[in-house]
Structures are given as structure tokens and as C-alpha cells.
């Protein structure tokens, strides 16, 4: 059964999650131009038109078709009080059966830092998730410098499992990262 992308909501207690969409763009563009210094070292290298309304456009198109395969599903997070957006989660890598897991990601504005909303949105998220889903696990990779990701991940019941050479791509260089996964049974509700 397919999930529809745009009725799907996730709301939290501070939080409202779902698909980004076209009206989307100011506000995704003004967020990431002022967390650039912020989220680059921890990030793919930025595309040359990086947060233009032609990067906007790649990305929306992109994350469409991922969550019409049922292989990405690509969210923004904005504060449930005024609907200011603070940042995006994401699960990728989809796979089912006899996998059934993803591969979690997720990016906070520089000014929303040190609030809780990232550890909360990653909560809602793996949530509906596992409901939604019917995922048996869920895995991250983080720096192993990245101290505030390590947080997010710890307080929701990630386990470290190990470490991965050269695992992805960030700022340009091939980076290690430590792993990290949920699995179903680890939820505590």
C-alpha cells in the first residue's frame, strides 16, 4: 500500500514534519544560505547553485520520486507554535523485506541548535517509521566529532554498532563514520 506524500503529516509536540513542497522554497533557501557555515563541514560538498530555485527544483523532483518508489521519504521540520522552519530529516535507502530499514539523515538551522528539536523530530519521525513503514531497523552514520548528532541519536535508543572507512562524502572528502541503528524492538513507547 502506497503512502500519500501529501497527506501525510507527522505532528509532535513542538513540531509539525511532512513532505517539503513548491511553497517550501523561501523558506528552505533563506534557512540553509544562514546555516551555510554551520552545515557544510558536516554535509555532501554543496552543489555550485546551492540553494537556488534551480537546486530547489532538482531536489523537490528527487525527493518526489523517492517516496513515489517508496525509497526515500524526505521531511521538513518547522516549530508547531509559528510554523518557522527549523530544519529537514530524512530516511533513505529504503528496503524491504528481508531487510526492512533505512538509512536516517537530518540537518538543524544554526539557530535552532541546542533546543531539543532535532532529538524530537527524529523521535516522531523513526516513529512513524516503524508504524508506517513496518521498518525492523533504522541506521545512521555520523562524524565521529559530530558530538550533537551523537546526542540526537543516544537519547532515541541508537546503539553504536561499529565504525565504517571512508563511509560517505562530506565537504569533498571521503569521510569515516561511526554507525549507528534503532531496531524495532529497542523502542520504547
Known sequence: MAISRKETVIVSDRLVIEPPRKRDFKDWSHLRKRS???????EPSWPEDANSRADWSRRLQA??????????YVFLIRRLE?????????????RGWPADSASLGYWLGVNFQGQGL???GVRAVCDWAFNNL?????????????????????????R?????????EIAGVRRDHVLFALVRRDVQH
Do not use: C
Open 160 to 168: 553504536e554498532e561499529g565504525h565504517a572507512e571512508k563511509y560517505l
Open 36 to 42: 551555510r557555515k554551520h552545515l557544510q563541514p558536516w
Open 118 to 120: 532535532m532529538q524530537e
Open 82 to 94: 509559528d510554523s518557522e522552519l527549523v530544519g529537514g530529516v530524512s530516511l533513505t535507502n529504503v
Open 134 to 158: 513496518h521498518l525492523h531497523r533504522i541506521e545512521a552514520g555520523i562524524l565521529a566529532s559530530n558530538l550533537r548528532s551523537r546526542k540526537v541519536l543516544e537519547s532515541n535508543g541508537f
Open 63 to 72: 525527493w518526489k520520486s523517492g517516496w513515489q518508489s517508496g525509497r526515500a
